[in-house]
């Protein structure tokens, strides 16, 4: 069973940051794009950003500029570096890899 463990999340003054970190199994990360998504309060889940296995991004257009996935292959680990964070990143945050398998989320609620 593919187990991806999510940490970082929590509460967050706007304009602060936070980091969220997702581990897997070599043999899952090694080979598959990592991403993260976010489903707010009452909305639907989106994609955040992503990350290849070549080390290929892609981010939505509400976190560019804010937001950086990168990836740790000596780790099999994903990051989420979140800066200048607004209310309306308030979400449930979920990692996921190769567009298959989800973590279990994790909360970033954003103050203003």
């Known amino acids: 069973q593919v187990q991806l463990v999510e940490s970082g999340g929590g509460l967050v003054q706007a304009g602060g940051s936070l980091r969220l970190s997702c581990a897997t199994s070599?043999?899952?990360?090694?080979?598959?794009?990592m991403a993260w998504y976010r489903q707010p309060p009452g909305k639907q889940r989106e994609l955040v950003a992503s990350v290849t296995s070549d080390g290929r991004t892609n981010y939505a257009d509400s976190v560019k500029g804010r937001f950086t996935i990168s990836r740790d292959n000596a780790k099999n680990t994903v990051y989420l570096q979140m800066n200048s964070l607004k209310s309306e990143d308030t979400a449930v945050y979920y990692c996921n890899a190769g567009y298959a398998w989800w973590g279990q989320g994790t909360q970033v609620t954003v103050s203003s």
């Open positions: 070599a043999s899952i990360f090694r080979r598959n794009a």
